[in-house]
Structure formats: C-alpha cells, structure tokens
C-alpha cells in the first residue's frame, strides 16, 4: 500500500459555514456538472451563494480573505443532502477543504468524500457550534482532527468526534485510495484479468 495514502491527523486553518440541510447543488450548481474532469470545480464551490447574477461577490466565508488557505469545513446539520452527486465533495477539495467537522452528513455524501481522502467527522451540535464562535471571531484560528483518537482541538477546546469505522480504518491503513490500491497491485490485476474467459477472448472468437 501507497503509504503516502495514510491520513491519522488534519491540521490546518478552520473556516466555518453555518446552516442545516445545506445541499450538493448549493455546493455546486448543476450547471457546472457537465465537465469532463473534476479540474476547476474548486473555483466553483458554492458559486451561486458567493456571487449574484451580474458576478458580483456577495459576502461569503469562501469569499473572505481571512479564511484564505482553510482547509477544516465546519458545518452544521445534514450537510450534504440532496443529489449524490460526487462533484460536491471534489469541488471542496479543489477549494483546498482537506476534511469536514459537521452535526450530521448525507450518508453518501460522506461516503463521497471518504472515497476522494477528506475525512468527514461528527461532532455534537454544542461542539461544532463551539468550533464555528471561535472561527468567527477569531479568522485564521487552527484546527486538529486526529483520527487514531477521534477528537479534534481548536485552541483550548477539545471534543469528541466519530465517522464509520470501516472509512476510518480505510484512512488510517490508506486502503481509501483506491487508485494507489490498483497501480500496487496492477500485475496480480492483469494476471487475474486473463484468466477470466470474457475478458481473454481472441480476435477469431469475434468474429
């Protein structure tokens, strides 16, 4: 295994954004769905809320150059809802979000997000709320998530988290990277690929 695939502990500057039932097409739009490639979709995370019809920047924590560089999301409830789109967890990751703090998720939403190596981690309504009052007065404050104990720090303040223990295990053995996964094992790959009839056919049986 890949052992830069590894993921035990995020640090990095927090940046909160509140609100429940927040949705994938909230976190990209639709109409930016029909690329070939995830490339980009960073600068298009939460489009339609950072920005009016004429392209004006509206007021938004994405927008703020105080949380410039944030790589912990921190959420409210159910974030993550709507469409199972995978483009939402790819656009935040492109915006530089390395792992979420969050009241709830969208199952397959974190799913989503385990699967691309952003870790999703819960926290109680009283925690994440702690989390986001320091965020907001205080831009650029640091978070810890540390994934062997499962709890997370900013300043002072440290509290429990919990995600499903089997993505858990899958970023603590970096078995979540399952491209690295592949190209380690790309020969017992083809070995097993030829042995497969449907898979080992001759041009003549073609024809």
């Known amino acids: 295994m890949n052992q830069t695939s590894i993921i035990h502990t995020i640090t990095a500057v927090g940046v909160s954004l509140r609100g429940d039932e927040i949705d994938t097409d909230r976190i990209i739009p639709a109409r930016f769905l029909r690329c070939v490639t995830f490339d980009g979709l960073g600068e298009q995370a939460f ?3 950072r920005f009016d019809e004429n392209g ?3 007021i938004h924590p994405f927008n703020d150059s105080r949380y410039a560089g944030a790589g912990i999301l921190v959420v409210n409830r159910n974030f993550g ?4 789109r995978e483009h939402a967890p790819q ?6 979000i390395r792992a979420l703090i969050a009241e709830s998720y969208a199952d397959i939403f974190a799913g989503n997000c385990a699967s691309i190596g952003v870790p999703a981690v819960i926290a109680s ?3 994440v709320s702690a989390a986001q009052e320091i965020l907001d007065k205080t831009p650029g404050t640091r978070l810890e998530i540390n994934l062997e104990t499962m709890h997370a720090r900013i300043l002072n303040h440290d509290f429990p ?9 899958k970023f603590l053995s970096g078995s979540w990277d399952t491209t690295a996964a592949l190209l380690a094992n790309r020969e017992k790959i083809s070995l097993t690929a030829a042995s497969i009839p449907y898979l080992n056919f001759s041009k003549k049986a073609c024809r």
């Open 161 to 169: 988290v919990t995600m499903p223990e089997s993505h858990r295990r």
């Open 125 to 127: 309504p009283a925690d």
């Open 91 to 96: 656009a935040l990751a492109r915006w530089g």
């Open 47 to 49: 489009f339609d809320e």
């Open 56 to 58: 004006t920047v509206k």
């Open 81 to 84: 809802c709507g469409s199972s």
